[in-house]
Nanobody, 125 residues
């Protein structure tokens, strides 16, 4: 049983930072991509960033490029999302997900097979 558990969300002022964690268990993820998505109320789930476990290839949404950093820790089977210079528009429930990444960068939620339960990020202005 694959399990993804996010943590690290919370309330932060605009310009502040948070680090989200996604602990993965239940299988070997070496052939997977680990992605972060977010969903604000009334909006569709939006791609944020993805890292390919096998070679650390990374891709970011334009809206977070230069402010967010995705990384992984093999020993802990954990993926992180360091979020700096947070803006009110970054507020959302953040989800991590596991899926495949062969040729096309997986930016669509439908391409991911496994999801965590989400962690809330609130940014005050």
């Amino acid at each position: 049983q694959v399990q993804l558990v996010e943590s690290g969300g919370g309330l932060v002022q605009a310009g502040g930072s948070l680090r989200l964690s996604c602990a993965a268990s239940g299988r070997t993820f070496s052939n997977y991509a680990m992605g972060w998505f977010r969903q604000a109320p009334g909006k569709e789930r939006e791609f944020v960033a993805v890292i390919r476990w096998s070679d650390d290839r990374i891709y970011y949404a334009d809206s977070v490029k230069g402010r967010f950093t995705i990384s992984r820790d093999n020993a802990k089977n954990t993926v992180y999302l360091q979020m700096n210079s947070l803006r009110p528009e970054d507020a959302a429930v953040y989800y991590c997900a596991a899926g495949g990444w062969t040729i096309v960068v997986p930016t669509r939620a439908s391409w991911y097979a496994y999801w965590g339960q989400g962690t809330q990020v609130t940014v005050s202005s």
